[in-house]
Every structure is written in structure tokens, then in C-alpha cells.
T-cell receptor, first 117, second 112 residues
Framework: GAVVSQHPSWVICKSGTSVKIECRSL??????MFWYRQFPKQSLMLMAT?????????EQGVEKDKFLINHASLTLSTLTVTSAHPEDSSFYIC?????????????FGSGTRLTVV | DAKTTQPTSMDCAEGRAANLPCNHS???????VYWYRQIHSQGPQYIIH???NNETNEMASLIITEDRKSSTLILPHATLRDTAVYYC?????????????FGPGTRLSVLP
């Protein structure tokens, strides 16, 4: 089945620095990928939709200049958290779907636990 | 997408069947029912999906009522590793560019 690889699985960074998270579709091409954020004991919240070769679409309340998304190829989308602050500490998850699989659901990455100190 | 309602939490004894209900009374004719689960500190895992017929795979069975307003996910022999949050989501199946909207889900605890 479709596999989505997310890296790193966890990262600790100092306040004010930037962190890049990668999301790769390993055995299929994805023109669209989604980035979610999940705070402790809460559900997943969509942050943005990443579109290959074009600008990402951000959900209301998500700062596009803070959460930079680049989808430069059909198998890779990156999320960069710029000037990270402790309130950005969260679990970040990406998802994608093989467009050849009909109504099959999306595959999710294993998530990235970001801790800003 | 249609909204879903699930119980907040459920317990199940190890080895017994876990039956997780989901109400989706406003589901449209072209919307599928999807089930995912999320084990602690991992990304959501696809379980099963269906339109109107009951479905079964190696993980679970999905029973959809005839009027499609509710469904039940059945884990036939729950194990401790099935402890997770289970999400029921309804959406148009073929809509590639549309994300999945997650509600709070049901926290299933499988007890020894």
C-alpha cells in the first residue's frame, strides 16, 4: 500500500530558530499533501494544503510566513517552522493519497514531535 | 462533509469484540464512511471504508445501516494494541484534493 514517510520523528530546538519537517510519498506521486497539527489530548487540525508547483493554501488563523510550505516535487513536501516559539511545540503530521487508488483513504506520516525550548 | 457523532470513550475486554458506533445522519448519497485510528504519538492509520454495503478486511468490519445514517466499526477480537483513538469520518470518496476533517473520535481502552 501507499507509504508516507515523515522526518524527523522528533526534534528539539531553541526558541527563535527554524525547523524543517519533510514529508515524502515513497511509492506514489502526490500533487496534494496536507499538513496537520495536533496539540496534546486534542484532535488533528488542518494547517495547510500543499500543492505541487504552486503556493500552499493555509487555513484561517495559520500564519503563512511562520509555517513555510514547499512542495517542489511530486514526492516531497516540506514544512518549515520559522522563528519557533514554545507555543509552536506540537505534533505535526502530513498526509497524502495515491490518486490512482480511487476512493481509498489518505495515508498519514508517522508525525513529528516538535519541542521548542 | 457530513458531521459525525461518536462516544467520547469506550472500554473493551481483551479478546472480546469492540463495537464502535458512529452517527452521521446528514450523510449525502456520494459520501463514504471512513474509519481511522491513532495510537498514541503516531499518525492516524487507515482501517476501513464503505459506501453502503458492509465491508470486512483483515483489521475490522464495517456495518452501515440501510438508511446510512449510522455505522459500527467492529474489531472482532480486541487486543491491548488496539487501544487508540478511533475516528469516523464521512466525505466524498473520490475527491482527491479535499482533506479529511477529524472530530474528537472515540478513545477505546482495551483492558486485560
Amino acid at each position: 500500500g501507499a507509504v508516507v514517510s515523515q522526518h524527523p520523528s522528533w526534534v528539539i530546538c531553541k526558541s527563535g530558530t527554524s525547523v524543517k519537517i519533510e514529508c515524502r510519498s515513497l511509492d506514489f506521486q502526490a500533487t496534494t499533501m496536507f499538513w496537520y497539527r495536533q496539540f496534546p489530548k486534542q484532535s488533528l487540525m488542518l494547517m495547510a494544503t500543499s500543492n505541487e508547483g504552486s503556493k500552499a493554501t493555509y487555513e484561517q488563523g495559520v500564519e503563512k510566513d511562520k509555517f513555510l510550505i514547499n512542495h517542489a516535487s511530486l514526492t516531497l513536501s516540506t514544512l518549515t517552522v520559522t522563528s519557533a516559539h514554545p507555543e509552536d511545540s506540537s505534533f505535526y503530521i502530513c498526509s497524502a493519497r495515491d490518486p490512482m487508488t480511487g476512493t481509498y483513504g489518505y495515508t498519514f506520516g508517522s508525525g513529528t514531535r516538535l519541542t521548542v525550548v | 462533509d457530513a458531521k459525525t457523532t461518536q462516544p467520547t470513550s469506550m472500554d473493551c475486554a481483551e479478546g472480546r469484540a469492540a463495537n464502535l458506533p458512529c452517527n452521521h445522519s446528514t450523510i449525502s448519497g456520494n459520501e463514504y464512511v471512513y474509519w481511522y485510528r491513532q495510537i498514541h504519538s503516531q499518525g492516524p492509520q487507515y482501517i476501513i471504508h464503505g459506501l453502503k454495503n458492509n465491508e470486512t478486511n483483515e483489521m475490522a468490519s464495517l456495518i452501515i445501516t440501510e438508511d446510512r445514517k449510522s455505522s459500527t466499526l467492529i474489531l472482532p477480537h480486541a487486543t491491548l494494541r488496539d487501544t487508540a483513538v478511533y475516528y469516523c469520518i464521512v466525505r466524498v470518496g473520490s475527491n482527491y484534493g479535499q482533506n479529511f476533517v477529524f472530530g474528537p473520535g472515540t478513545r477505546l481502552s482495551v483492558l486485560p
